[in-house]
């Protein structure tokens, strides 16, 4: 049987299915096409069978670039699996291009022998012409090697909707459900929390929520009695740990761990954000949360976004500010003000590809040694950086321990992989949250600012108000244990040294090395989001029988303490980046230790193909 009318319930009629235990899908459109929809609602419905998850979505760089055209293509990739992903994928084994220009973008992408379904209501002349097509693609045999299923796609939608009070344009604007629909049979997708989603998005539109519903269900129904597709695929659960689960990006997940810290310190949650891609989904969700005592700030630019974060602080509360590399160059003084003032500052950089506006919705890991040495004077902060989207959460809370405790600013690192991207997330137990709660300073005779706690070199976190603890705040250097103003050379230089061994004593877990054999003389080490192609690729190495150890830096500065004992160790040293070699410098300066630089700037993550490859040219010396 079909789809029965209204119902939302699908049924299988007899077309064979085929078990496979891993699939990669890439939507690919129009910026207008809903491909972001398209790609999440598919994600959304695969999380809910239990598959393991990995996504990858990609927008154009420029604001409503042409229509047609290649700069305005934009793709949503997914690898779904019966176990562990550490990735989106290297190469899709479906790809659904909604016209010329999907196709043509993607191609190259495309292994032989690949899935290939096109709307080809789509491919005129016009629409060719404006890629550079000379012939059509669907006829001329160019996709000879590829599983091509050409599908109206446009005007099935269309005549599905024929009865409904809809403009030509408007029920082609259905047509990516017809196409979710399609995959939703092909793959065994479940389909009522996609038609509830629709329900709600849609339920003050009635004939918009009926022309989503039919198209979807008519894509669902097409291939189900199509001729032209014989065979659909299912993909078993993965075997996860027992738990609560949900699918979660890096945006989101950083979101969560910034109000999980502020409910565990005890403290009011306030966000000073300028809106700025990738950043700005952390305060259009935390904007969401106001019953947890979390305040958001839309700011006018970026230095009034950290000066209201810093202000927060300096009145007792966990000032946050998020942005993106652009933004950090403009929040650099008021960072350094930070530093002077010693007080706890949460920087959140979403990193994207540079310099300048550069290519906003890309990824890349170029602002490392902005974050590390970028403001004027000595100017020390502690680094950390997140390493998947799930586990933006943890170190958001690690961003706020360091803060409250050592009275720093804190740069917590992700970039436009992980905050776009998705993953199953297990969710934690409150009661295994780690204790953040702070002690302000309190009402006392001869009161001094800059009097340390003798363990972690903070100064007393003193709240405007509190009697008896009255002290200046400035820009000018501070004298020690007073805070009065003092240009003294033996004080400037003291206090410098003071405030960069509080970064270097912060207690960081040491560095946990991957070595099952423990007799590896290579090791992969990476930081942020080239964990996830790192680890798949020494998957595949181990696979082969190489001899290879891993590790991954989530703490930068200070670096864990046992870091030059694990390089010594080991005869190579590769560090994949999607920079020119920002870590390798820092590791060279710091241990002497020669490294193995492996370095990529396309605003793209590292496939697992392109790492096997590097790693067995230092294995085998080639």
């Known amino acids: 049987m079909t789809s029965e009318p209204g119902s939302g319930k699908m049924s299988f009629m007899s077309k064979p299915t085929i078990a496979v235990k891993s699939v990669i899908i890439r939507f690919a459109g ?18 809910s069978l239990g598959n393991d998850i990995s996504t990858l979505p ?20 997914l690898h779904f699996a019966d176990h562990h992903v550490r990735t989106a994928g290297d190469a899709p084994d479906v790809l659904v291009a909604m016209n010329p220009a999907a196709l043509k973008a993607n191609i190259k992408d495309i292994p032989r022998g690949a899935t290939i379904i096109v709307d080809k209501d789509e491919f005129t002349t016009r629409n060719l012409t404006k890629v550079g097509y000379e012939a059509n693609p669907l006829e001329d045999g160019s996709l000879s090697s590829y599983k091509i299923h050409p599908v109206a796609l ?66 669902w129904n097409y291939g189900e009695t199509s001729e032209d597709f014989a065979t659909s695929y299912e993909v078993a659960p993965a075997h996860m740990s027992p738990g609560v689960y949900r699918n979660i990006g890096g945006n989101i997940a ?45 700011a006018e630019d970026e230095i009034a976004a950290v000066g209201s974060a810093l202000g927060a602080s300096y009145g007792g509360a966990l000032g946050i500010t998020t942005t993106s590399g652009p933004g950090i160059a403009l929040k650099s003084e008021m960072i350094g003000l930070g530093v002077m003032l010693e007080l706890p500052l949460i ?20 602002d490392l040694l902005q974050v590390m040495f970028g403001r004027n004077g000595e100017s020390p902060a502690a680094v950390i950086a997140a390493s998947t989207p799930s586990d933006c959460f943890t170190m958001a ?29 297990k969710i934690p137990d409150v009661a295994t949250l780690p204790d953040l709660s702070v002690e302000f300073a309190k009402s006392q005779e001869d009161f001094l600012p800059y009097l340390r706690n003798p363990e972690t070199l903070a100064r007393p976190w003193a ?37 960069q061994a509080k970064v270097d004593g912060i207690e960081v877990p040491d560095l946990d090395v991957d070595d099952p ?86 605003g793209l993550p590292f496939t697992t193909a392109e790492l096997v490859e590097a790693a067995m040219g230092v294995l085998h010396n080639d």
């Open 517 to 602: 054999t423990g007799d590896a003389t290579t090791l992969f080490l990476g930081w942020g989001s080239t964990y996830g192609p790192i680890s798949s690729a020494v998957e595949v190495l181990r696979g082969n029988g190489e001899k290879i150890a891993q590790a991954h830096l989530k703490y930068i500065n200070p670096f864990p303490k046992n870091l030059g004992a694990v390089l010594e160790k080991y005869q190579n040293v590769i560090t994949p980046e999607m920079n020119l070699g920002q870590l390798a410098m820092l590791l060279r300066s710091k241990y002497l230790k020669d490294i193995v630089g492996y370095n990529m700037v396309r």
């Open 347 to 366: 920087i959140i950089d979403v990193q994207r590809g540079g310099p300048s506006t550069g290519l906003p919705t890309k990824t890349e890991q170029a």
């Open 397 to 425: 809370m690690e961003a706020v321990r360091i803060a409250t405790t050592y009275r720093v600013p804190v740069f917590l690192l992700s970039d436009g992989y992980i905050a776009n991207g998705s993953e199953p997330w």
């Open 30 to 47: 129009d910026s207008g096409d809903g491909m972001q929809l398209t790609g999440d609602r598919f994600t959304m419905d695969t999380a």
């Open 154 to 219: 446009t005007s099935m939608t269309v005549a599905a909707l024929a009865e409904l009070p809809l403009s030509r344009k408007e029920a082609e604007r259905a047509k990516n459900m017809f196409a979710l629909g399609l995959l939703s049979w092909m793959y065994h997708r479940p389909t009522e929390a996609t038609e509830a989603f629709l329900k709600a998005k849609f339920a003050k539109k009635p004939d918009i929520l009926e022309a989503n519903l039919i198209a979807y269900r008519t894509g």
């Open 58 to 77: 990609n927008f154009p760089a420029e604001i409503r670039a042409p229509q047609g055209t290649l700069p305005g293509v934009s793709s949503f990739q």
């Open 254 to 298: 950083l979101a969560y761990g910034l109000i999980a810290a502020a409910q565990q310190s005890g403290l009011k949650l306030f966000l000073g954000s300028y809106p700025i891609t990738p950043a700005s989904d952390i305060l259009h969700e935390l904007s969401k949360h106001k019953k947890f005592g979390v305040v958001t700030f839309q």
């Open 463 to 499: 709240i405007p108000g509190t009697k008896g603890i009255e002290h200046r705040i400035g820009g000018i250097e501070k004298q020690d244990k007073t805070g009065e103003i003092n240009y003294e050379p033996a004080n400037h230089d003291f206090m410098v040294r003071t405030r």
